[in-house]
């Protein structure tokens, strides 16, 4: 987690991140966001860091799809994902 403004990208497998602007500019696409981030560099929602699967619009906490626990897609998974499409 940082202070430094973060930036979302998508993975080449769909996966959305949040780095620094630097980090995030390697990956292409990339836009800033209010948002912060967990040790990982995956978003934090409602104090918990979600791995979102953008391109199956699926969304877990505590892991990933292998071992987290699958969650309703926060809406502003949504819009990030769609506006790095």
């Known amino acids: ?3 430094q403004p973060r930036f979302a990208f998508l993975s080449s497998d769909g996966i959305l991140h949040l780095h620094d602007e630097e980090h995030a500019a ?3 696409k990339h836009i800033q ?3 912060t981030d ?3 560099g ?3 929602v409602e104090g918990q860091g ?3 699967y953008a391109l199956e619009d699926k969304a877990y906490v505590k892991g990933n799809k292998n071992d987290g626990q699958l969650i309703p ?3 502003v998974l949504k819009q990030l994902a769609a506006e790095l499409k």
């Open 50 to 52: 979600v791995v979102y």
């Open 73 to 75: 897609t926060p809406l």
């Open 42 to 44: 995956f978003p934090v």
């Open 26 to 28: 390697q990956h292409g």
């Open 33 to 35: 966001t209010s948002l």
């Open 38 to 40: 967990d040790e990982s």
């Open 1 to 3: 987690m940082s202070a």
